[in-house]
């Protein structure tokens, strides 16, 4: 048999695997589905051409590798006008910094800034007053019967710690909450034509907020992000337009990034606390216990399943020929369960000598905000198992038709 023919069979045999992946039981476990994916190889030809990479230590080369760059403006017009790559939404995330490579990456993330130690000492009182009020409101559903985490606590908790970051109306948070929901499809692997639309919708308005925001700060600036921002801009770019534009990017990415990976991490955290009780009591009587607890979360089942990275050059992955121009998806929602990688890797274990996962990228476009995210996630455990009694899961949660940006509809839980 040809080589090509095998190829020919190998990707209709992954479409067949990305086919469950759509159907709710595969978003509610899609971790069977990357188990027949790997059984085929550390890297294995994907339906629409490039490849798919299922090793941990394969994944997380890539990532630190410059032979491997982001699928940027320019690789986008590339793809044709047809193509998903040059609809409005996803061409306006290619101006954002995930999506940008050197020199412009380190241009725009020297700029950013980061949330180094003392900034995150800074934040920490108000995330632990949010998280408070947040569970004494979860409480108060409780006493009914039943409430929603997700709705109440996981979907509030982000959008509370950086809309307050960024000084934006607390009245503005629920519109901008939907907006990110609608707009991350522009992110997603497969997007349908209908989903493209909703970012696309979504993308427009936030436009309009975020250059309304920039305008606003540029005329009145205060003690915020945003019109820091507009300082550094301006000292970088002389040309006002793009200056304004660089600030409106920066915006978009953070509230972005910070409303939909953080609400997820933090529900699906939860929810590998309700799914072994048995860990309630002992990260009550010692909180030291939390943090591992959020890295084995994180390996266990990341907000963010799927990275896609374009070729550099022509060369070879574990055989697998590649052209430059060509895309990769690194699997890493696949990978933290690498048996090559951990010892048993179908275990949830906290006690990890060495959790290892690739939840927050890696290289160059390792997350920005990963720092604030682990403040939240922690002080949510903390708090939960100090001020509630242990709760119990009343059903499985339902979960958006998504493949790349995991998430929870719902998450319904009780009193035990």
Known sequence: MGTGTVQSSDRRATVSLFSRLRTARGQSDPFPVYEELRSRGRVAPAPWGGHLVMGFDLCDRLLRSREWAEPDQRWRARQGRSS??????????????????????TRVRRAAGSFDRGSIQQMSKGVTTTTIRLLDALAEQLRDGEADFNAVVSEELPVAVIGGWLGIPS?????????????????????????????????????????????????????????????????????????????????????????????SMLSMAVLALLDRPWWWDPLAADPELVPAFVEESLRWDPPTHVITRVA??????????????ETVHLMVGAVGRDPERHRDAEQFDPHRSAPGHLAFSGGIHYCLGAPVAR???????????????????????????RIAFRRLLDLDVAPA
Request: aromatic share 8%.
């Open 84 to 105: 998903r790559w040059n609809t409005p939404s996803v061409r306006e995330m290619g101006h954002t910094l995930p999506a940008l490579n050197p020199p412009e990456h």
């Open 375 to 401: 403040l939240e996630a922690q002080t949510l455990l903390r708090e939960l198992v100090r001020r509630l009694p242990r709760l119990t899961l009343v059903r499985r949660p339902r979960w958006a038709p």
């Open 171 to 263: 009245a503005d948070w629920p519109r901008l909450r939907e907006l990110t929901h609608d707009q991350v499809f522009a992110q997603e692997l497969l997007p349908s034509a209908s989903q493209l639309a909703l970012s696309d919708a979504a993308t427009r308005e936030l436009r309009a907020y975020f250059m309304d925001l920039v305008r606003e700060r540029r005329a009145r600036p205060g003690d915020d992000p945003v019109s820091r921002w507009i300082a550094t801009w301006d000292a970088i770019e002389p040309d006002r337009e793009k200056a304004d534009a660089g600030v409106y990017y920066l915006a978009l990415f953070v509230l972005l990034a910070a409303l939909e990976t953080t609400t």
């Open 312 to 325: 550099t050059r022509d060369g070879e992955l574990d055989g697998a020929a590649y052209r430059a121009g």
